[in-house]
């Protein structure tokens, strides 16, 4: 079993339309949970950090973690073409004091 | 604040040379990782230095070395390299004094090995 572990997609939602994106993770250890947006070419890009369970909003993305069952996942309302990117999940474990990403979801917005 | 910078963009190498490849992390910031990135694998972590000492190890072969300047400046090293090392290498740099604060990426270092 992988330590995160992300569908890889793709995911197609209309313009206006709520984005679900879900991580699991394996180690109860672990302490904090980051979502990045990777475009195409480029490098990722930290959206959202989140470190107790529970929701945290930044404008249009929401990140929602829940420790007990270990899972992680990102909301964006609204979505919008530009949002169109995979976003990878990464973890902060406790093993090795070291972070794992997700190998990502590819999302498509279509106007 | 300038972000991290990396170079050089692109790389064009022949199996068995060997390439080196810089990283300088976001002022302030002490803790250099470096990740091969490949559309099958995803995000490997290779390795991460602090404060000029290597700090963690990814499971990779010791073909892959780096090291971190005083200035917290970094650089990786592959030798002997392969087909398989084609890749987008990207460094990472993070701050806060906290083993957990995020990671923040260059813009990457293109990779091929022909």
């Known amino acids: 079993q992988k330590e995160v572990e992300q569908n890889s997609g793709p995911l197609s939602v209309p313009e206006g339309a709520i984005a679900s994106l879900n991580c699991t993770y394996s180690?109860?250890?672990?302490?904090?949970f980051f979502w990045y947006r990777q475009y195409s070419g480029k490098s990722p890009e930290l959206i959202m950090s989140?470190?107790?369970?529970g929701d945290k909003e930044d404008g249009r993305f929401t990140a929602q973690l829940n420790k007990a069952s270990q899972y992680v996942s990102l909301l964006i309302r609204d979505s919008q073409p530009s949002d169109s990117a995979t976003y990878l999940c990464a973890v902060f474990l406790g093993i090795g004091n070291q972070f794992y990403f997700g190998t990502g979801t590819s999302l498509t917005v279509i106007p | 604040k300038a972000g991290v910078t990396q170079t050089p963009r692109y790389l064009i190498k022949t199996r068995g040379q060997q390439v080196t490849l810089s990283c300088s992390p976001i002022?302030?910031?002490?803790?250099v990782s470096w990740y091969q990135q490949t559309p099958g694998q995803g995000l490997q972590f290779l390795f991460e230095y602090f404060s000029e000492t290597q700090r963690n190890k990814g499971n990779f072969p010791g073909r892959f070395s780096g090291r971190q300047f005083s200035n917290s400046r970094s650089e990786m090293n592959v030798s002997t390299l392969e087909l398989g090392d084609s890749a987008l290498y990207l460094c990472?740099?993070?701050?806060?004094?906290?083993?957990?604060?995020?990671?923040?990426f260059g813009n990457g270092t293109r990779l091929t090995v022909t």
């Open positions: 002022s302030g910031h002490r803790s």
């Open positions: 990472a740099s993070r701050g806060g004094g906290q083993l957990n604060s995020p990671l923040h």
């Open positions: 180690d109860r250890v672990s302490q904090s």
């Open positions: 989140i470190y107790s369970n």
